[in-house]
């Protein structure tokens, strides 16, 4: 471990803990600026009455962070425990309505890693009955999950809110095993039967979704916002059950095939690699677009992940040997770590922090810049000294820091251990609120820096969480052991109990235009 910087790590987390524990604890999320919290739901009672109580958004995304976290964070685990054994299943009773998908990574996720690393049966307990109230979601004769449990008014949903639910899901089936609780896991599974009859032949997927029969919505391929996990979980689904189910690599490769083909590029300047979304052009059998969301930057990692579990060999050397991989795994590692590099080129702000979304230049777009440094192959859209467009917050996203944190492990390069470092001081110098807390900077381009009232429970759950196992020692959180989930919730890879339906890989339709 380099233990100064864990440390450092952990200090972050306390400052960011003790502002909400002080000022919102028990709220979904956290304002730091005028130190209160707010909740995602409220209720309205038959009598008029508005309640609004918390589903555990922030204190259980945090859970698993602490219990890593050891001995400096003991008390406040021990009291946002106790929180979830009596508060919850309160807020349980009141709330509204909810997201799917949120509800699912953040705290079915959060729960049931709590229980794998805690063992305590209260969580899994806590997991099962959220499972349940999440179950309706599913509905009968629908094919994938509406965004909200209670709620069937929508009738489409994106592809990874459909398609991020099943590690959890699965594993809640399997922890409850001895109950011969199968039904989580054949419901989260069929979503997958289905999108494998659907998807296109380039092996991507539109990240439009028709609930009601599963087909695609004319909508963009997109590595960023409500495209992202979905291509992150066919992976994971694939190393959670042990290597054991291969049509959940098959659909990977071919996703991945599509992705290289149309989706990775490179930039004229500095000739670095990105990642372009694919937005259909009406009325014409093509595809443009240059956005790159910060998300899509977690697919550096996983491209690097893939390729060291899909090995001619049972395990890869750290670094992996070519000989090792197999050849759709070469070719993925080396573009995993060529779009590390160029994520990491959107960090070059004068925060030091990457903004939401940058739009990469095409050769033929604008002459090149006379000063040599100055930067050029991206921009931010919209930028203007006046108001600052979305694209260029920086919300305490993990995306980079999740793939750094991969790249180090993987590779064992000590360059990502500086690239980690980098990230955090960006972090501690601009987001840090002196007073408690950190809140999102809504120009990451200008000084002094302006900030948004919002801490995100992501930063507690993910970026911390992966800026702490960079510097920690490399036996925590084995990767031949454990796969996180999207919102960086481990969760333990199981040889399966339950015997998958879906095994039946269909050969990818021909479309045209695809
Ligand atoms: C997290 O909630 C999850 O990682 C999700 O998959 C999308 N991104 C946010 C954090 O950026």
Redesign the pocket.
Known sequence: ADIRKRDAVVKAFQHAWSAYEQDAFGADEYHPISHRGSNLTTSTSPSGVRTSRGIGYTIIDALDTMLLMGEPLAPQYEKAKAWVKRELPRGWMRVGSVST??TT??TLGGLLSAYHLSQDPMFLERAAELGARLLPAFGEGLWAPAQKPNRRMRTDTSI?EAA?LQLEFRYLAHALREWNDKEFWYKAEHVMRVLNQERLESGLAPHKLNTTDGSFLWSSVRMG?SG??YF?YLLKQYIQTNRTESVYLQMYTDAMRGVQEHMVQRSPWKGHTYITELVPVPGRDDWTGAKQD??AC?LAGSLMLGATRNLQHLRASVPPQQTELTAEGRRDWKVGLALLEGCMDTTKTLTGLAPESVWWRADDQQALPDEPGQQWDWYIMGASKFWPPYDARY?????IA?SVFLAWRLTGARRYRTYAWNIFTAIEMYCRLPEGGYATVMDVDNLPVKYEDKQ???FL???LKYLYLTFADENVLDLNEVVFN???HPLPIFTPTIKPRFTEYSTLKPAPGT
Do not use: G, M, V, Y
Not at 395 to 399: A, H, K
């Open positions: 998908f949120e990574i953040r990874a991020t916002s992202d996990s992150e910060h998300l977690f919300i305490l996203r993990p995306e999740e995100e429970t992501f759950s993910e970026t999207t919102e960086a």
